[in-house]
T-cell receptor
Framework: EDQVTQSPEALRLQEGESSSLNCSYTVSGLRGLFWYRQDPGKGPEFLFTLYSAGEEKEKERLKATLTKKESFLHITAPKPEDSATYLCAAPTGNQFYFGTGTSLTVIP | DTGVSQNPRHKITKRGQNVTFRCDPISEHNRLYWYRQTLGQGPEFLTYFQNEAQLEKSRLLSDRFSAERPKGSFSTLEIQRTEQGDSAMYLC??????????FGEGSRLTVL
């Protein structure tokens, strides 16, 4: 069964304290692994797409990496404005399967 | 603005009433998706259009739900005889072929 699992469910960091979010997937015929950021009451905002194991992409304090079974979103020296829910998604067929997200809170 | 637009942003209705949501996708995108999201959960697939054709519907989608995309442009999602369990955020997204999804701000439905 196609599945996307994220951990941890919630993460509290002090400002400047780096960490990583995990997304593991079991999706047949993977056509990319997608990361989104979602602020409360808003739609998800696209961050990255990764297509092959070993690929890395960066945007400001965020870096996404991909292996054959999981993806990591590394957050370096986070700031309070990085507080949000981070979702990963994998397409299969005509659908995108989303994980339940990691709720990140960065404390000043 | 060339983003995905959804209306209304918020809808409060009484159980048993019908509601309709509208989505205007990014103009050059040929694919349009509807998702539903409840608190603490990721978006859940409802249905997908390629141009004007509805090509896939979730098995979880009740027959009270219907979606259209006339002329391959905007789309509407109608929920008939709403139930309290329909309360959720309804998200519309568009994409060009198999590329990344771009989401609208969502339409939040509260059924009393």
């Amino acid at each position: 069964e196609d599945q996307v699992t994220q951990s941890p469910e919630a993460l509290r960091l002090q400002e400047g304290e780096s960490s990583s979010l995990n997304c593991s997937y079991t999706v047949s015929g993977l056509r990319g692994l997608f990361w989104y950021r979602q602020d409360p009451g808003k739609g998800p905002e696209f961050l990255f797409t990764l297509y092959s194991a070993g690929e890395e992409k960066e945007k400001e304090r965020l870096k996404a990496t991909l292996t054959k079974k999981e993806s990591f979103l590394h957050i370096t020296a986070p700031k309070p404005e990085d507080s949000a829910t981070y979702l990963c998604a994998a397409p299969t067929g005509n659908q995108f399967y989303f994980g339940t997200g990691t709720s990140l809170t960065v404390i000043p | 603005d060339t983003g995905v637009s959804q209306n209304p942003r918020h809808k409060i209705t009484k159980r048993g009433q019908n509601v309709t949501f509208r989505c205007d996708p990014i103009s050059e995108h040929n694919r349009l998706y509807w998702y539903r999201q409840t608190l603490g959960q990721g978006p859940e697939f409802l249905t997908y259009f390629q141009n004007e054709a509805q090509l896939e519907k979730s098995r979880l989608l009740s027959d009270r739900f219907s979606a259209e995309r006339p002329k391959g442009s905007f789309s509407t999602l109608e929920i008939q005889r709403t139930e309290q369990g329909d309360s959720a955020m309804y998200l519309c997204a568009s994409s060009f072929d198999t590329g990344e999804l771009f989401f609208g701000e969502g339409s939040r439905l509260t059924v009393l």
